[in-house]
Structure formats: C-alpha cells, structure tokens
C-alpha cells in the first residue's frame, strides 16, 4: 500500500478500517486569467476545448487534493476514502474546489494475502 491511499471508495479490498480518524478536507480558490478570457472569447466563437481554463481546473483540483493528503498526513492516517470533489463560484472569475473524505487507518483484512 502506498504512504497515503486516497480512493473514492468507501472500503478497500484485503483492508480494514481500525481507526476513523474524522474529516478532511481540502480547497484552492483560482481566478481565471485575462489572457485564458481572450482566448476562450474566441474559442466560444469557433467551439471546442477551452484549454486553458482545462488545465485551470487539474491544477486547482492536484492542490486542493495536496492540502487534503497534508491533513491527513497531520493526523496520522495512512488513507483517505470516500473522496469527493466539488466546485463552486466565489466570485464572478473565480471558482473554489473541495476536496473531502474521511481520513482512516487500514490494516491488512485477516487472512489476506500480502
């Protein structure tokens, strides 16, 4: 198993869960770029991806997801399951992601194989 597990689901296989180690959690908030604006400007025009606003949102999710391993790591958990993300408009161009899930200690089930 990895130093930090982070998973969506709620349980792992071959693992249980000794210890519920509580919430946590996560966030960035990000303001869009007057360039990435001019330049989705012309892309609603045309259609297709707006690349810089794509590659906006992974870089906002990898650091709110970073600030959700650190808690966890703070707390001594060796996994996050049941991780979720959400987004939300703080601002007119800004957005917030959320990142979230229960910090937990697994330890291998009884009899599983190693």
Known sequence: MPKLLISTLESVPGYTISKHLG?????SVRAKHMGRDIM???????????KG?????????D?????MQSEAEAI???AVLNVR?????VTAGAAEV???????LLAPSVGAAG
């Open 23 to 27: 919430l946590v959690q996560g966030s």
């Open 40 to 50: 989705a400007g012309f892309k609603n025009m045309v259609g297709g991806e707006l």
């Open 53 to 61: 606003y794509t590659e906006l949102l992974q870089e906002t999710r």
């Open 63 to 67: 650091e709110a997801l970073e600030r």
């Open 76 to 78: 001594g958990a060796n």
């Open 85 to 89: 993300l959400a987004t939300s408009s």
């Open 98 to 104: 959320f990142a979230y899930g229960s910090a937990v």
